[in-house]
């Protein structure tokens, strides 16, 4: 039979409790589920690639079904390398959800063949954002709500 395989695209800078949620929200779904980091050109990132791979990697260091991976270009491009169907999103609010309608409608027209499957966040995690755990991280101020302990104890801030 046919795997069934997800890509779970993001920036990841750096991944959080939200993202490790949605994960594991969909590992009944899916036969693999691929977590790549987008070398998006056009962001800052506060952690550099190889830092952000190590971060993912530990994340999910106990989940069989998960791999790790980082690309350059177009998700669908990506996904059909992977020979992968499924393009999977978290939702936090219907800011994510406008926006992620836009996304999704236009990698449809990119290629028919992937679709994206929206998940929502667990309640706890909804107000959890990669931008202000950055802010939080440059502060030193203390993040631990929002990231496992062991990602925690891999960041350092130059
Ligand atoms: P991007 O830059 O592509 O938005 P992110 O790393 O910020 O990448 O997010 C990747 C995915 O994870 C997106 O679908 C985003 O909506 C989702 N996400 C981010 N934070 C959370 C959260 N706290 N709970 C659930 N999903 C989240």
Request: proline share 4%; hydrophobic share 45%; net charge positive.
């Given at each position: 039979?046919?795997?069934?395989?997800?890509?779970?695209?993001?920036?990841?800078?750096?991944?959080?409790?939200?993202?490790?949620?949605?994960?594991?929200?969909?590992?009944?779904?899916?036969?693999?589920?691929?977590?790549?980091?987008?070398?998006?050109?056009?962001?800052?990132?506060?952690?550099?690639?190889?830092?952000?791979?190590?971060?993912?990697?530990?994340?999910?260091?106990?989940?069989?079904?998960?791999e790790v991976a980082s690309y350059k270009g177009l998700t669908v491009d990506?996904?059909?390398?992977?020979?992968?169907?499924?393009?999977?999103?978290?939702?936090?609010?219907?800011?994510?959800?406008?926006?992620?309608?836009?996304?999704?409608?236009?990698?449809?027209?990119?290629?028919?063949?992937?679709?994206?499957?929206f998940l929502m966040t667990q309640p706890e995690f909804a107000a959890i954002?990669?931008?202000?755990?950055?802010?939080?991280?440059?502060?030193?101020?203390?993040?631990?709500?929002?990231?496992?302990?062991?990602i925690l104890k891999l960041i350092t801030i130059k």
């Amino acid at each position: 039979m046919k795997q069934k395989i997800a890509v779970f695209p993001g920036s990841f800078d750096p991944i959080t409790l939200g993202h490790i949620g949605i994960v594991e929200k969909a590992l009944p779904l899916f036969d693999k589920i691929i977590v790549a980091i987008g070398e998006n050109s056009g962001k800052n990132s506060l952690f550099s690639l190889d830092e952000k791979l190590k971060q993912v990697h530990t994340a999910f260091k106990k989940f069989p079904k998960v791999e790790v991976a980082s690309y350059k270009g177009l998700t669908v491009d990506f996904c059909h390398h992977q020979k992968a169907e499924f393009i999977l999103r978290g939702l936090r609010d219907v800011k994510d959800f406008e926006f992620e309608k836009s996304i999704a409608a236009m990698n449809a027209q990119l290629n028919n063949g992937i679709q994206s499957i929206f998940l929502m966040t667990q309640p706890e995690f909804a107000a959890i954002n990669s931008s202000i755990v950055r802010e939080i991280l440059k502060n030193k101020g203390d993040a631990s709500a929002f990231l496992p302990n062991e990602i925690l104890k891999l960041i350092t801030i130059k």
